[in-house]
Protein backbone atom coordinates (compact mmCIF):
# COMPACT_ATOMS: atom_id res chain seq x y z
CA UNK A 1 0.00 0.00 0.00
CA UNK A 2 1.95 2.72 -1.12
CA UNK A 3 1.07 6.28 0.81
CA UNK A 4 2.15 10.10 0.26
CA UNK A 5 2.69 12.36 2.93
CA UNK A 6 1.32 15.58 3.16
CA UNK A 7 2.43 18.04 6.27
CA UNK A 8 4.08 21.45 6.21
CA UNK A 9 5.99 19.99 9.42
CA UNK A 10 9.19 18.34 8.31
CA UNK A 11 9.07 16.27 12.46
CA UNK A 12 5.38 15.91 11.54
CA UNK A 13 6.45 14.43 7.79
CA UNK A 14 9.37 11.93 9.96
CA UNK A 15 7.30 10.88 12.47
CA UNK A 16 3.98 9.92 10.61
CA UNK A 17 7.02 7.84 7.65
CA UNK A 18 8.42 6.07 10.52
CA UNK A 19 5.20 4.91 12.03
CA UNK A 20 4.06 3.76 8.43
CA UNK A 21 7.60 2.08 7.85
CA UNK A 22 6.72 -0.13 10.73
CA UNK A 23 4.33 -1.95 9.04
CA UNK A 24 5.85 -4.41 6.18
CA UNK A 25 2.46 -3.96 4.08
CA UNK A 26 2.83 -0.31 3.82
CA UNK A 27 5.26 2.36 1.64
CA UNK A 28 5.96 5.94 1.82
CA UNK A 29 6.19 6.47 -1.36
CA UNK A 30 6.76 10.26 -1.14
CA UNK A 31 5.88 13.58 1.44
CA UNK A 32 5.21 16.68 0.45
CA UNK A 33 5.18 19.87 2.81
CA UNK A 34 2.35 21.80 1.06
CA UNK A 35 -0.64 20.93 -0.95
CA UNK A 36 0.52 22.47 -4.32
CA UNK A 37 3.76 20.62 -3.49
CA UNK A 38 0.64 17.39 -2.73
CA UNK A 39 -1.20 17.91 -6.39
CA UNK A 40 2.05 16.93 -8.38
CA UNK A 41 3.24 14.36 -6.49
CA UNK A 42 -0.40 12.83 -6.47
CA UNK A 43 0.06 12.76 -10.45
CA UNK A 44 3.56 11.42 -10.69
CA UNK A 45 3.70 9.19 -7.70
CA UNK A 46 -0.08 7.70 -7.92
CA UNK A 47 -0.12 6.76 -4.62
CA UNK A 48 -3.26 4.26 -2.73
CA UNK A 49 -3.59 6.67 -0.28
CA UNK A 50 -2.72 10.17 1.08
CA UNK A 51 -2.27 10.91 4.51
CA UNK A 52 -3.32 15.10 4.64
CA UNK A 53 -2.68 18.15 7.34
CA UNK A 54 -5.15 21.20 7.34
CA UNK A 55 -2.97 23.91 8.01
CA UNK A 56 -0.36 24.83 5.48
CA UNK A 57 1.06 27.49 3.57
CA UNK A 58 0.73 27.62 -0.38
CA UNK A 59 -2.45 25.73 -0.41
CA UNK A 60 -3.60 24.20 2.64
CA UNK A 61 -5.31 20.43 2.70
CA UNK A 62 -8.91 21.91 2.28
CA UNK A 63 -7.82 23.28 -0.84
CA UNK A 64 -6.32 20.60 -1.75
CA UNK A 65 -8.63 17.80 -1.09
CA UNK A 66 -11.14 20.56 -3.08
CA UNK A 67 -8.82 20.69 -6.10
CA UNK A 68 -8.25 16.55 -6.34
CA UNK A 69 -11.66 16.10 -6.13
CA UNK A 70 -12.40 18.64 -8.99
CA UNK A 71 -9.36 16.60 -10.92
CA UNK A 72 -11.52 13.21 -10.90
CA UNK A 73 -8.92 11.71 -7.89
CA UNK A 74 -10.40 9.17 -6.40
CA UNK A 75 -7.84 7.86 -3.70
CA UNK A 76 -8.92 7.94 -0.43
CA UNK A 77 -7.38 11.29 1.59
CA UNK A 78 -6.57 10.43 5.50
CA UNK A 79 -6.79 14.15 6.96
CA UNK A 80 -4.77 15.15 10.72
CA UNK A 81 -6.61 17.04 12.33
CA UNK A 82 -6.03 19.02 15.74
CA UNK A 83 -9.02 18.06 19.08
CA UNK A 84 -9.89 21.47 19.11
CA UNK A 85 -12.71 23.42 17.82
CA UNK A 86 -11.32 24.93 15.30
CA UNK A 87 -9.81 21.60 14.03
CA UNK A 88 -13.18 19.90 14.08
CA UNK A 89 -14.69 22.71 11.71
CA UNK A 90 -11.53 22.32 9.89
CA UNK A 91 -11.83 18.73 9.42
CA UNK A 92 -15.89 18.55 8.86
CA UNK A 93 -14.71 20.93 5.95
CA UNK A 94 -12.28 18.78 4.94
CA UNK A 95 -14.76 15.84 4.86
CA UNK A 96 -17.74 17.68 3.28
CA UNK A 97 -14.86 18.59 0.51
CA UNK A 98 -14.47 15.26 -0.14
CA UNK A 99 -11.86 14.14 2.09
CA UNK A 100 -12.50 10.38 3.52
CA UNK A 101 -11.37 9.66 6.75
CA UNK A 102 -9.05 11.63 9.18
CA UNK A 103 -7.54 10.81 12.20
CA UNK A 104 -6.78 13.36 15.13
CA UNK A 105 -2.80 14.68 16.11
CA UNK A 106 -1.58 13.32 19.11
CA UNK A 107 -0.63 17.45 19.93
CA UNK A 108 0.29 16.40 23.86
CA UNK A 109 2.30 13.44 23.49
CA UNK A 110 6.21 14.60 24.06
CA UNK A 111 7.59 11.40 23.37
CA UNK A 112 8.38 11.09 19.43
CA UNK A 113 8.46 7.11 20.14
CA UNK A 114 5.14 7.70 22.13
CA UNK A 115 3.98 9.87 18.74
CA UNK A 116 5.03 7.10 16.54
CA UNK A 117 2.78 4.52 18.83
CA UNK A 118 -0.62 6.38 19.00
CA UNK A 119 -0.52 7.41 15.28
CA UNK A 120 0.34 3.86 14.52
CA UNK A 121 -2.73 2.59 16.47
CA UNK A 122 -4.69 5.16 14.50
CA UNK A 123 -3.59 5.34 11.01
CA UNK A 124 -2.62 1.81 10.04
CA UNK A 125 -5.71 0.33 10.23
CA UNK A 126 -7.72 3.06 8.34
CA UNK A 127 -5.29 3.06 5.39
CA UNK A 128 -5.45 -1.11 5.54
CA UNK A 129 -9.38 -0.68 5.65
CA UNK A 130 -9.61 1.80 2.87
CA UNK A 131 -7.05 0.56 0.35
CA UNK A 132 -8.83 -3.11 1.05
CA UNK A 133 -12.47 -1.27 -0.48
CA UNK A 134 -13.46 -3.23 -3.21
CA UNK A 135 -16.75 -2.43 -5.10
CA UNK A 136 -19.24 -4.75 -4.48
CA UNK A 137 -20.50 -6.83 -7.35
CA UNK A 138 -23.69 -9.60 -7.88
CA UNK A 139 -24.99 -8.74 -4.66
CA UNK A 140 -29.20 -9.91 -4.43
CA UNK A 141 -31.43 -7.54 -2.67
CA UNK A 142 -34.68 -8.58 -1.04
CA UNK A 143 -37.10 -6.90 0.99
CA UNK A 144 -37.32 -7.93 4.41
CA UNK A 145 -40.29 -9.89 5.51
CA UNK A 146 -42.57 -9.04 8.06
CA UNK A 147 -42.53 -11.20 11.62
CA UNK A 148 -45.68 -10.66 13.95
CA UNK A 149 -47.64 -7.88 13.67
CA UNK A 150 -46.35 -4.72 12.28
CA UNK A 151 -46.04 -2.05 14.92
CA UNK A 152 -45.40 2.08 14.36
CA UNK A 153 -41.75 2.72 14.67
CA UNK A 154 -41.30 4.85 17.98
CA UNK A 155 -37.83 6.30 16.06
CA UNK A 156 -36.07 6.63 12.70
CA UNK A 157 -32.37 5.33 13.58
CA UNK A 158 -29.16 6.05 11.21
CA UNK A 159 -26.27 4.74 11.34
CA UNK A 160 -23.06 6.18 9.75
CA UNK A 161 -19.25 5.90 9.23
CA UNK A 162 -16.52 6.78 7.10
CA UNK A 163 -18.21 9.56 4.41
CA UNK A 164 -20.79 9.95 7.00
CA UNK A 165 -20.18 13.24 7.32
CA UNK A 166 -21.18 14.19 3.88
CA UNK A 167 -23.73 11.54 3.60
CA UNK A 168 -25.65 12.89 6.78
CA UNK A 169 -25.33 16.63 4.81
CA UNK A 170 -27.49 15.12 1.71
CA UNK A 171 -29.20 13.02 3.98
CA UNK A 172 -30.39 15.89 6.31
CA UNK A 173 -31.44 18.32 3.87
CA UNK A 174 -33.78 15.94 2.25
CA UNK A 175 -35.57 15.30 5.77
CA UNK A 176 -39.13 16.52 5.64
CA UNK A 177 -39.03 19.95 8.44
CA UNK A 178 -41.40 17.77 11.19
CA UNK A 179 -40.84 14.29 11.60
CA UNK A 180 -43.08 11.71 13.03
CA UNK A 181 -41.31 9.94 15.59
CA UNK A 182 -37.52 11.22 16.81
CA UNK A 183 -34.10 10.55 14.78
CA UNK A 184 -31.26 9.24 16.13
CA UNK A 185 -27.76 9.68 14.26
CA UNK A 186 -24.57 7.23 15.24
CA UNK A 187 -21.27 8.72 13.94
CA UNK A 188 -18.23 7.58 15.51
CA UNK A 189 -16.06 11.26 16.83
CA UNK A 190 -15.10 12.84 19.27
CA UNK A 191 -17.24 14.73 21.30
CA UNK A 192 -16.34 17.86 20.49
CA UNK A 193 -16.34 17.05 16.65
CA UNK A 194 -20.23 15.69 17.24
CA UNK A 195 -20.84 18.99 18.41
CA UNK A 196 -19.60 20.70 15.62
CA UNK A 197 -20.79 17.92 13.21
CA UNK A 198 -24.85 18.82 14.57
CA UNK A 199 -24.47 22.74 14.52
CA UNK A 200 -23.15 21.94 10.48
CA UNK A 201 -26.35 19.71 10.05
CA UNK A 202 -29.08 22.05 11.76
CA UNK A 203 -27.58 24.67 9.84
CA UNK A 204 -28.07 23.00 6.37
CA UNK A 205 -31.98 21.63 6.79
CA UNK A 206 -35.42 22.22 8.03
CA UNK A 207 -35.00 19.96 10.89
CA UNK A 208 -33.55 21.01 14.23
CA UNK A 209 -29.90 18.91 15.02
CA UNK A 210 -28.58 18.89 18.52
Do not use: W
Request: charged share 20%; aromatic share 2%.
Amino acid sequence: MRVLVVDDSVVVRRIVSDALASDPAIEVVGVAQNGSIALTKVEALKPDLITMDIEMPVMDGIETVRALRAKGVRTPIVMFSTLTSHGASSTLDALASGATDYVTKPTKVADPTEAIAVITSQLVPKIKALCAVRPLRGLGVRPAQARGPVRRPRALVIGSSTGGPEALSTLIKSLPAKLPVPALVVQHMPPLFTAQLAARLDRLGPSTVV
